[in-house]
């Protein structure tokens, strides 16, 4: 039974990173369940055993970007009891540095930052994408606000308003890095990248 499950959730995986590649090379809306399965190596029944459709593969795909990088954040603030915002610089840096090295990484995020057009039936995914922003920023906010609590960040400055800013920093950067990434290292980039952002707070 074990070995079962494995090998179902190998195919699930097999499944979502071809699904990456057929977003990618198709369009979400021009895509199909066949290219999906044959680019998996699986059979159409194989895929729908996992999903219920195109748009379910879609969310599962978003949900693996984005539950993980909360629980991070989660996790990360728990621990960051001495210097929250330099902890939050340090996660900052290593999220944006992972791009470089994990090339399934990278072409998911393209696939959402710069190939998606919510759509027809992705319009549910949007709402989806939506709540999950606000879900980020909460726990973004989080660390700003213990910061303000220890006195290590002024209470004069609006924890939403330095999400947002933050945010937006991460994403500019992760746009500029996926639209060409031989332009930059971003692995080398980043840190410095960062400092330029937090040295005003810290």
Not at 141 to 168: H, M, N, V
Request: proline fraction near 2%.
């Amino acid at each position: 039974m074990r070995r079962t499950k494995e090998e179902a959730e190998q195919t699930r995986n097999a499944i979502l990173e071809a699904a990456v590649d057929v977003f990618t090379e198709k369009g979400v809306a021009r895509a199909t369940l066949e290219q999906i399965a044959k680019a998996a190596n699986v059979t159409r029944g194989a895929v729908y055993w996992h999903f219920k459709n195109k748009t379910d593969i879609f969310m599962a795909l978003h949900d693996e970007l984005h539950r993980p990088f909360v629980q991070d954040l989660v996790d990360g603030l728990e621990n960051a009891n001495d210097d929250p915002l330099n902890h939050l610089q340090s996660f900052c840096v290593e999220l944006l540095s992972r791009l470089e090295d994990d090339l399934y990484l990278r072409r998911s995020l393209s696939l959402f930052l710069l190939k998606c057009d919510y759509t027809g039936s992705l319009q549910v995914c949007q709402e989806r994408t939506f709540e999950a922003n606000l879900e980020k920023s909460a726990a973004l906010a989080k660390f700003f606000e213990k910061a303000q609590a220890q006195g290590t960040l002024s209470k004069d400055l609006d924890p939403k308003t330095l999400t947002l800013a933050l945010s937006c920093f991460v994403r500019g950067i992760a746009t500029e890095y996926l639209e060409n990434p031989d332009s930059f290292s971003i692995r080398k980039e980043a840190p410095k990248l960062f400092n330029v952002f937090f040295r005003k707070w810290n």
